[in-house]
């Protein structure tokens, strides 16, 4: 069994890119930061270290970074590695290592204002040819859940699915 999974939290370095693939699909571009701080046994000092990572996100979360997020935001982001192999116009061999977002959540708030996006989100690459999900809003926990009566099934009954309230 293999697994390719990757997670990150971190932040953007530039404004997202939306473009189009010529067959109409929406793709974006972002580049994180994810910093790392440990303390040198030599020296005793603390060293941060800055990982940069590019991050490709298709269809409708790619749109959504696009129209929500901008250089500096907070970021969560879970995908996989994928690594693109090319040959550049100087006719050398390039390579470029992307994370493909699987899922997005939007973390912190707009600057200066301590609020958190309502809204996470994840969608399929083109090779995975899951549907995009749709976008819901973040539970209010100041608010009361509303109740829901469930159905109650009584020993000896038969079991009939549309009394499963799931």
Request: aromatic letters at 6%; hydrophobic letters at 35%.
């Amino acid at each position: 069994m293999d697994l390719n999974k990757v997670m990150i939290i971190g932040r953007l370095t530039r404004d997202p890119e939306l473009r189009a693939t010529p067959s109409g699909v929406n793709v974006c571009q972002i580049g994180v930061a994810t910093s790392y701080v440990y303390t040198n046994q030599a020296t005793g000092q603390k060293v941060e270290q800055t990982e940069f990572h590019n991050v490709v996100l298709w269809r409708k979360l790619g749109e959504i970074v696009h129209q929500y997020l901008k250089k500096g935001n907070q970021i969560y982001i879970e995908g996989r590695l994928q690594t693109r192999t090319w040959d550049g116009k100087d006719g050398q061999k390039k390579n470029r290592t992307e994370i493909i977002a699987d899922n997005m959540i939007m973390l912190g708030g707009k600057s200066g204002t301590g609020s958190t996006p309502a809204y996470q989100g994840s969608t399929s690459s083109p090779s995975a040819p899951r549907p995009a999900a749709a976008m819901a809003p973040a539970a209010d926990l100041s608010q009361p859940a509303p109740t829901e009566e469930l159905p109650t099934i009584q020993q000896g009954e038969d079991i009939n699915v549309e009394d499963i309230p799931f």
